[in-house]
C-alpha cells in the first residue's frame, strides 16, 4: 500500500523532465514552394534556407524599433501588413525625429522571385537590401554596432539567435539572414486572381473583371509582365519632374544619362492596398494613375518608347475602359496575404 | 647473440640517422608561423600627415587630406618554389585607415612555414563575396558600418574612402573633395594587387616577418588616370566622386599605388 502512494508521489517529478526538450530544440526547415503560376524563384536559397526560427528571429528584427535611433521607427512602422506592407495614405514616409523622404514605402511581397530591390535598384542580393532603410538617417538611421549590442543584451535574441544558426553568432550576418528569410517567405500568390489562373475554387471572374484583364493584356501586360506584374526593368514612364525633389531616379546608381528618370516597374499586385501609387505616392487613387496614361504623359529623352508609338504620348483608355481594368486590377488583392497570422505584429 | 646484438645496434644506428635527417629537413619549413603587413600611407615622396599638410598633384590642385581609408582583402602569399597559400577567405578581410595606427598592421597567422616571394591582395570586397549577400559576411558589416565604410542609399561596401579639402588656380577657397570608390550600377570595381617582395620573407615557427608596404594616396586620383578635382567641382559645391565613369579609371590608378618598400626578417 505504501509503496503504491510513494510511487504516486514520486512518477509526477519524472514529468518535468521533459521541459529539457526546449533546450534541445531542432530548428525546422520551412518549405519554399513556388506557385505554378509564378515565374522561377531568384533567391539562392542554398545560402540561406529559411527555417523556423530563422522566420521568427527575422519577423522579430521585422518588428522592433529599437534597430532605429529613437527606438521607435522599425521596418513595420511604414510596411504595415493590412496595406500590403506599405504605408497607408502617406505619399513618402516619416522616419526618425519626423525626418522626411523622397520615395513612397513600397510593398514587402514576392521578393524572393525579384533579381533587383528599391525604385532605383540600388541593391540585387535580398539579404543586403535591409541595410538601405536601416541605415539611412531620414528612415530608421541605425548602425550595426549599437544594434548587436542592442541585441546581444536580450535573452530573447540570444535564445534566438543561438537556435535560427548553426554558428548561433549575435551579428551582422545573422541578422540579414534572418530578416532575409522572413521577407523570402513573404509570398502574396492566394488572390482570386491566382485562383482563377490555376482553375481552384473561388478563383471566377466577373464578366467585367475579364473585360479588363483583356485590356490590362493588350496595353499593360508589356511592362507589367507575368504573374507578378513586373518584368524587373527600368522606365520613365512620363511623370512630369518635382523639380522640388528631381529624382533621378536609375542614374543615381548608373550614372548612364539614359537612365535619368527611370524606376523600377512595380508589381501590382494588391494594388488596392497600396496607395498612392508611383514611386513618390503623387496620385491617391488608380483613377488618377490610369488618367495619367491616357493624357498626363511628358515627353523627355528617357520617355520609354512603349509610351510614345506613332506620336502618341501615353495610353489611351476610354473610361469605359478604365473601369474595366480597376475591377480587374481589384481582383489582385490577396486577403489571406494581407492577414496571414504567420506575418503579423500581433 | 653477438650478430643480433650488432644488428640490433646497426637497426637503432639506422632509425637515428634517418631519424635525423628528417628533422634537420623538416625544422626549417615545418610548422606555422606569423606574418605582418604593413600597410604605411605616404603621399608621393612624403610621409602622409593628415590635414596639415600640403600636399601638391601633378595637375596643379594642392590636397590637404583628412581621412584615408581601404578595404584590404583575399591575401594570397607565394612561395619561391611557385606554390601558393590562399589566406583562409572569412578572415582575410580588413580596414586599413590612417587616422587608425593600430589599423595599418596587418597580422596574420597560422602562414605555412617557408620563403615567400610575392604578396596579392584585393582592395574592396570581391565581387564572389558580395554576391552571397549577408553569407559568409561574418562581422565585417559592422566593422565597415562603425568606420563609415559603407553606402546607405545602397547596400555597398566603400572600398575606398578619401576626403579632404582641395584648392587650385581655379578653385582659390579650400572646397571639400570625397572619393569614394566601390560597387556602381555599372562597374564593380573591386581590383588585386601583386607586389614582388625584395627580399624573401621567412616565415618559420619562430620567425614572423614584417612585409612594410608603401601606399601612395597620390595615386588615387594622380596615377596612370589623372582625375582633376576641380573639374569634379559642380556648382562649387565639392568635388563628389562616388560613382559614374570616374571609379574605373581611379580603380586602374590602385595597382600602381602599392609596394614594398622593405622586409623585415626578425
Known sequence: MQAKYLLLFVLPLFWNCSEDADDVYKNIPLAVEVPSNFPPLAYDLSTNPPTEKGFELGKKLFYDG?????????CGFCHI?????????????????????????????????????????????????????????????????????????????????????????????NMLKALGQFMVMLTSSNSRFDKYRRHESGGTLTNEELDGYAVFNAKCASCHATDLFTDNSFRNNGLPINPAVND??????????????????????????????????????????LEHYNSGVIAS????????????????????????LIAFLKTLTDNQYLTDKRFSEF | ??????????????????????????????????????FDNVFGSSNLILNTQNNVTSQGETLKISDVKYIVSNIVLTKEDGTTFVYPKAKSYFIVNEADAAT?????????????????????????????????QGDFLTIADKAGMLWSWSAGYKFVLFEGTFTSASVTTPTSFMVHTGQTGTDYNYTEVTLDLPTKALVRTNITPDVHIFADVAKIIDGKNKIKLSDNNEGGMGAMIMGGTNLPLITANLSNMFTVNHVHND
Request: hydrophobic content about 35%; charged content about 20%.
Open chain 1, 301 to 324: 529623352e528617357t520617355l520609354d518608347p512603349i509610351l510614345n508609338k506613332n506620336g502618341t504620348l501615353g495610353i489611351l483608355l476610354t473610361e469605359i475602359e478604365k473601369t474595366k
Open chain 1, 248 to 289: 533621378v531616379g536609375r542614374y543615381r546608381v548608373t550614372e548612364l544619362a539614359t537612365d535619368y528618370y527611370k524606376f523600377k516597374v512595380p508589381s501590382l499586385r494588391n494594388i488596392e492596398k497600396t496607395a498612392p501609387y508611383m514611386h513618390d505616392g503623387r496620385f491617391f487613387t488608380l483613377e488618377a494613375v
Open chain 1, 66 to 74: 529599437r534597430l532605429s535611433s529613437d527606438g521607435l521607427v522599425s
Open chain 1, 81 to 173: 501588413q493590412q496595406d500590403a506592407f506599405t504605408h497607408h495614405g502617406h505619399t513618402v514616409s516619416h522616419g526618425v525625429d519626423n525626418a522626411v523622404g523622397t520615395r513612397n514605402t513600397p510593398p514587402i511581397q514576392n521578393l524572393a522571385y525579384q533579381t533587383t530591390f528599391m525604385y532605383d535598384g540600388a541593391t540585387n542580393h535580398l539579404d543586403l537590401q535591409p541595410v538601405i532603410p536601416f541605415t539611412n538617417p531620414v528612415e530608421m538611421n541605425g548602425n550595426f554596432t549599437k544594434a548587436i549590442a542592442m541585441m546581444k543584451a536580450d535573452p530573447e535574441y540570444q535564445k534566438l539567435f543561438k537556435i535560427a544558426f548553426t554558428d548561433g553568432e549575435i551579428n551582422s550576418e
Open chain 2, 1 to 38: 647473440m653477438k650478430s643480433k646484438i650488432i644488428k640490433i645496434i646497426a637497426l637503432v644506428a639506422i632509425t637515428f640517422a634517418l631519424g635525423s635527417c628528417s628533422n634537420d629537413n623538416d625544422e626549417e619549413t615545418a610548422g606555422v608561423g606569423k606574418l605582418g603587413v604593413e
Open chain 2, 104 to 136: 595599418q598592421e596587418i597580422a596574420l597567422e597560422n602562414i605555412p612555414a617557408g620563403d615567400y616571394t610575392k604578396i596579392k591582395f584585393g582592395i574592396g570586397v570581391d565581387k564572389t563575396q558580395f554576391d552571397l549577400g549577408a553569407s559568409g
